[in-house]
């Protein structure tokens, strides 16, 4: 089963970069969907992440030299707003707002407790729409990325949706919103739904996000009062201040071990990418091997010119560079 992004490309209802649909990993429905508040599934976010070619994350197999020269485009992110697809839905149809990120970009947000990326993590399984043995060692091990950062994070997500609540220029829809219930109930249940994600990550190191759903879509009734809602918060963030101090998420990410999951997710896709790296033992010997110079010249004898620089990276020994091993598994409903 192809990707969302494929079967849209194919259909010529999207023109994204064009190695973006054959690497699609991991594809999920977000916003209201997600959170169990929808009330018009017409609309739908979808988030993910793509590999990107290998010479993107190893520029030196294209001959780049680190600080020489321009250095080669890389794809971050894709961004994608109101695609509009007919014959979603049974022909109700469907607009699509889309933000696939490479692999690494993706871990590095997931690594800083992005509130948006967490959440993309943590969806439940029926709003996963295309995954591949890749998103699902990723999903398997997503509690690596969490740690006591979530607390700044969350809460600067949710203050930044605070200050837009009585917006002095809304437009469109959120103006109508506004002018009904004399303030922006959108934004207001963002805040509550924020703060109650970073209480369940703080508390259990995981997270339902529908859990508070019959909140949220009071609120999105407009059946809280704005006072309530700042009141609520205020008290909301004091408790999330105490029970930071006694969760169990570590108190730094594990860099460490996200970067070995990056690497099994690389190594799952393109096969084994040993060598592509120098080897410590070959570098050990480097560093030891005297070096004699020829003072005439300035430079180092013949015999050692081969040496490999430690720290460089060596070319392959034996075997070929990786290649893609194609999609490592089909998509789930």
């Known amino acids: ?3 969302l992004i494929e079967s849209l490309t194919r259909r010529g209802l999207l023109e994204p970069p064009a190695f973006l649909p054959a690497n699609m990993q991991y594809e999920t429905i977000m916003g209201s969907v997600a ?3 929808s009330i018009d599934a017409s609309d739908c976010d979808i988030y993910g992440f793509a590999m990107p070619p290998l010479e993107q994350l190893f520029p030196h197999l294209a001959g780049e030299i680190a600080g020489f020269g321009n250095p080669l485009s890389r794809f971050d992110n894709y961004h994608v707003h109101h695609v509009q697809d007919p014959e979603a839905l049974n022909g109700q149809g469907c607009e699509y707002d889309f933000s696939i990120f490479s692999i690494q970009r993706y871990f590095t947000l997931c690594l800083v407790c992005n509130p948006n990326m967490i959440d993309s993590l943590f969806t439940a399984d029926d709003c996963v729409v295309f995954q ?3 998103a699902r060692m990723v999903r398997e091990r997503r509690r690596l990325f969490l ?5 700044l994070r969350f809460k600067a997500y949710s203050n930044t949706q605070l200050n837009k609540l009585n917006s002095k220029q809304p437009l469109g829809k959120r103006k109508a919103l506004q002018e ?3 303030y922006d109930v959108k934004y207001g ?4 739904r924020l703060l109650y994600e970073c209480e369940q990550l703080l508390q259990f190191a995981d997270v339902d996000l529908r859990r508070d759903h019959e909140h949220l879509k009071a609120i999105r009734r ?3 009062s704005e006072a309530d809602l700042r009141a609520w918060a205020i008290s909301k963030e004091k408790q999330l201040d105490e029970l930071a101090l006694r969760s169990p998420l570590p108190e730094e990410p594990n860099e460490s071990a996200v970067r070995q999951l990056l690497r099994d997710c690389l190594e799952e896709h393109y096969g084994s990418l040993d060598s592509l790296f120098t080897r410590p033992a070959s570098a050990g010997r480097a560093l030891r091997q005297p070096v004699d110079i020829d003072l005439a010249n300035h430079r180092p004898t013949a015999s050692h010119t081969n040496a490999t620089a430690v720290g460089q990276l060596s070319p392959p020994e034996t075997s070929p560079p990786a290649q893609p091993r194609g999609k490592a598994g089909g998509g789930t409903e």
Request: hydrophobic share 40%; charged share 10%; proline share 4%.
């Open 180 to 182: 009904k219930f004399g």
């Open 147 to 151: 740690h006591k950062g979530v607390l």
């Open 1 to 3: 089963m192809p990707s």
């Open 222 to 224: 407009g059946e809280v």
């Open 189 to 192: 249940y963002h805040i509550v």
């Open 132 to 134: 591949t043995n890749v």
């Open 35 to 37: 959170f169990g508040v």
